[in-house]
């Protein structure tokens, strides 16, 4: 019969990998993708959807597009792996064999890494670092929160997944409550002495939010905190402050799958750049967040460049077809008011140790208005190419 890929997670990496293995291949390939979810809320424009730029419902995308175009589309979790037998078994019983297997399982939360925080306060306390219903959860918290209340975020300790995101979120927070609660305040606790972009987020929020958002970094206490979702207080070195509403966002790992699979390393997975195979199997390929992806951060453009490497390489081993170098690129946008748009990105390729940078380009700060909206807008017609890409 036809060789047969199984695909488990069906996130930026994994439903652009099995898109793209059953386009290509032009059936020649099984494709089979195990997601649990009937529909896919993006956390990239999660942080707009707070802000009040997006509607939640246009962050959501369906697996019709996918099964449409030949991928078999099974809602169900992949529960364990068979390497020798080369299977996956899925927790509605059933059993996927596989020639080739592409783990693509996203983040999971690293037990204990915020004292007093667990996934049972995630509704006193949410994170909102998977999409849908927590994000739509900590939205609501912010808008109950009372006139000059305090909002407070945990970020996470590197290496973490969108290493602007939670800086784009404290400015999307920040636009909020300007607009429905302008005396409120943002605490900001960083585990990190320095973060993404942060000369543009400093700027921006000195010049939209005089006086709202203060950052504490490790050296006053930051790197020790602990949180009572109970008593909705944070403790800083001590210190106990209340707050009224509060996002921690705890350090992350690997999609519990590959632990499950055996070819973790720490936290995360090892992988050749080359093709994206775990260091480990050479059966297994793994894409995005939960593989220690070199210099690449952890971002869904990361996630869906991996994912064509990978298919590529698949396709290669399965069927013959042509296989060329890698070569990998990312951009993260940020929005940090309206029509204010702040870029970082890069260019990559493989070496046999890790994925490399290339070249690299960022936002500067002093930028006139017009290139921040022409920012902004490029990044509009990013999230509408990549959720394509991925789901047809
Ligand atoms: P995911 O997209 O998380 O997909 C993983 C999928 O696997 C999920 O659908 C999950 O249900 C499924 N899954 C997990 N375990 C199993 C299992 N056992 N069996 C079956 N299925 C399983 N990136 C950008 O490029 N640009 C941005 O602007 C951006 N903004 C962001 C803002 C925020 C607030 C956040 C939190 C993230 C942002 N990101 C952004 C990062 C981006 O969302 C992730 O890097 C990207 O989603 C990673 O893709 P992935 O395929 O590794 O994982």
Redesign the pocket.
Same mark, same amino acid.
């Given at each position: 019969g036809r060789p047969r890929v199984v695909v488990?997670?069906?996130?930026?990496?994994?439903?652009t990998a099995a898109r793209y293995l059953a386009k290509d291949s032009d059936g020649a390939i099984d494709v089979t993708l195990? #997601?649990?979810?009937r529909s896919?809320y993006?956390?990239?424009?999660?942080?707009l959807y707070i802000g009040g730029f997006r509607e939640i419902d246009s962050l959501a995308h369906s697996y019709g597009g996918l099964a449409a175009s030949g991928v078999n589309v099974v809602h169900?979790?992949?529960?364990g792996i068979d390497r020798d037998a080369r299977t996956v078994s899925l927790a509605g019983g059933g059993v996927l064999p596989y020639d080739r297997l592409i783990l693509?399982? &996203?983040?999971d939360f690293v037990d204990g890494s915020v004292p007093g925080w667990d996934v049972s306060a995630q509704n006193a306390m949410p994170h909102?670092?998977?999409?849908g219903s927590q994000t739509e959860l900590l939205k609501a918290q912010i808008m109950a929160m009372p006139e000059g209340g305090l909002f407070a975020m945990v970020a996470p300790p590197n290496p973490y997944?969108?290493p602007p &995101?939670?800086y #784009?979120?404290i400015s999307m927070v920040a636009h909020l409550l300007k607009a429905n609660n302008p005396t409120a305040k943002i605490l900001l606790i960083d585990p990190k002495d320095k973060y993404s972009k942060q000369a543009l987020f400093e700027e921006g929020w000195q010049n939209h939010y005089p006086g709202m958002i203060d950052r504490i970094g490790p050296d006053f206490g930051a790197a020790n905190v602990e949180v009572n979702p109970v008593d909705m207080t944070v403790t800083i070195d001590g210190t106990v402050e209340k707050v009224d509403a509060c996002n921690v966002i705890p350090a992350q790992k690997a &999609?519990?799958?590959c632990e499950l699979a055996g070819i973790t390393e720490g936290n995360w997975v090892p992988v050749s750049g080359h093709t994206m195979q775990s260091r480990l199997d050479e059966n297994i390929h793994v894409? &995005?967040?939960?593989t220690n992806q070199g210099d690449m951060p952890?971002?869904?453009?990361?996630?869906n460049s991996q994912a064509k490497v990978a298919a590529m390489a698949v396709r290669g081993a399965l069927t013959g077809s042509r296989v060329f170098p890698a070569k990998f690129s990312?951009t993260?946008?940020?929005l940090i008011a309206t029509d204010d748009g702040v870029k970082v990105g890069a260019t990559y390729e493989a070496t046999d140790e890790k994925i490399a940078k290339v070249d690299g380009f960022i936002s500067q700060t002093g930028e006139n208005p017009d290139l921040r909206r022409v920012t902004y807008e490029e990044?509009i017609g990013w999230y509408a190419g990549?959720t394509s890409d991925m789901f047809g």
């Open positions: 488990v997670g069906g996130g930026a990496g994994g439903a195990v #997601e649990p979810t896919y993006t956390c990239f424009f999660s942080n169900d979790w992949a529960v693509a399982p &996203g983040i909102a670092y998977k999409g997944r969108c &995101g939670p #784009e979120r &999609g519990r799958i894409l &995005g967040d939960a952890k971002s869904g453009f990361s996630a990312n993260c946008w940020s990044s990549i």
